[in-house]
C-alpha cells in the first residue's frame, strides 16, 4: 500500500485495508526475511470493515 509506514494490510475483494486488532510484529519481525514488509502472505480473517479500515477479530497466518 501507499506511504512510508510498514503497516500490516489485508487485500479483500481487490480492496486493500489497514488492519486494526493485532500488530505486524505479533508475527514476527516485520523486516526479516518472510516479514510483512517485504513479502505477502495468505491469512484467515474474521472482523468487519469501520471507517476503511478492518477491525479483525481473529487473524491466522497460512502456510
Known sequence: MPGDVC???IKL?????YVEGPNINDYGGSHSKNGFCKVVR???V???I???????????LLP
Open 50 to 60: 469501520v471507517d476503511d479500515k478492518f477491525v479483525a477479530s481473529y487473524f491466522k
Open 13 to 17: 475483494d481487490d480492496k486493500k485495508y
Open 7 to 9: 503497516q500490516l494490510a
Open 42 to 44: 495468505k491469512a484467515q
Open 46 to 48: 474474521q472482523g468487519k
